[in-house]
């Protein structure tokens, strides 16, 4: 059986999409067979950060409504070859996802698949429930700021009650904080929450922190997942956090502010 | 500082204590554009009072058939800082417009018609019994998040967990945080005014004792980030270290 990872934070704009690129990608690197799910239907864009864009003929509305079927609206990777994208539509509204039709291809997917990665839309509304609904486990994306570890509270208080393992009393959720955007010259400077601070309100396991990084808008502008450069900080961080999701141990780097020296001052040089 | 849940004379509304742990806001009239500025007026002259409390629309003096716009009444006193959180009384198409503006009707304890509250995020709790006699504790196990409410009606709550910002803890006895208290604790629902919050960790955003209540900026000198035991002492609300 498949493992359904959903991908959620409440918030918009905190790394959702960047992280459930890279995460699906990662664990395709460690040859299991991922396919991620865009669940942001009108406003879909893991298909760019993925690269994929160009190659979109269906979409998941497409296959809900019976117009695709569900190999052809799934695109496979050219860079890793057990990885899978199933986009959303561009055109279509929320309303067109429906909890049976996200059954199906949950369960038709489950079959050929070892992780199902579901990249979830901002808010509380529609489309973040169905995403989360059929989770088995959870990576919620949080920035060091008051109001996305407020609204990724809230998001674990809904995973506990309205998600399917809740409904039908079974084991909970597995839940994951990855903290994305970290800038610990920032949190040092008081501007930013300190990475204990997240964790003594959400109180569930680190799996991650994804440092503010420059080689993510770069990535994202080619359409390369970040976690295909191995020279930049936040690809190694998201190396580390899909090496730990798959059970190795292995220390959090890149949280303590960097001590520049004395050519990096002169220079200005920055965190790759 | 506290502020007794009593007396205000100023037309064309009434403010008055009720049995929830709430004020009520009794509507005399039915226009937006009257109360909202007679209302601004009041608060002007009683700075800080009410900021941010939670607010009962009390509709049992509005005429049956002329409900106000809930959802620009709702709008405008957000935007002097007074949240309503639903209704109690009226006619029930007065209840279903407010209804239908996110305003349901709550229970006054002690009051005729039971209804529940509405759960925006439940956590499992039992079922609500009926407001005669005292009932078992409420212990629960797990943090309370933001958005979830939980309400022990007619007995004390034990939260194990956190009760994180944003969230809500109610009960009509006591109220015991065996973790870091940094949401809102109400306790004494039923007028029950030797009801006591225990905290473990005191970091709340807001308490309130029968009515009685203090906001994070109206906690003065309260031992934050310690154990702390608030009770009632006459009209104003005591703050002790405990241990
Ligand atoms: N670690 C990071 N460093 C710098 N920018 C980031 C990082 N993670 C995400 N971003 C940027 O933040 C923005 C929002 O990211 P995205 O993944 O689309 O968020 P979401 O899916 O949660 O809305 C994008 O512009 C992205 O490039
Ligand atoms: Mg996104």
Redesign the pocket.
Known sequence: MAQVVVVT?G??????????AAFATGLAQAGKKTVVIDF?VGLR?LDL?MGVERRVVFDIVNVISGEAKLNQALIRDKRVDTLSILPASQTRDKDALTKEGVATIIEELSKDFDFILC?SP?GIEKGAMLALYFADQAVV?TNPEVSSVRDSDRILGVLQSKSKRAEEKKDPVKEHLLV???DPARVERGEMLKLEDVQDILRIPLLGV?????S??KA?NTGNPVILDGESQ?GQAYKDAVARFLGEDRPMRFIEAEKRGFFSRLFGGRAA | MSSPASEARLEPFRLRGANFNLLVLRLLDPRVEVIVPALADQFRRAPGFLRNAPIVLGLDDLDPVAAPDFNDLTAQLRAVQIAPIGTTGGGPELRAAAQAAGLPPLRAAGGETPQPIAQPAPVPIPEPLPPSGWQPTLVVDQAVRAGQRIWAQGGDLVVRGTVNPGAEVIADGNVHVYGTLRGRAIAGGADNLNARIFALNFEPELVSIAGYYAVRDGLGDAPLGRPVQVCLIGESMRFDRLG
């Open positions: 934070s918030k918009g704009g905190v790394g959702k999409t960047t992280s459930s942001d864009n950060i990249d901002a994306v994305t955007r970290y994804i440092p503010e990084s420059e993510v808008l994202s936040a």
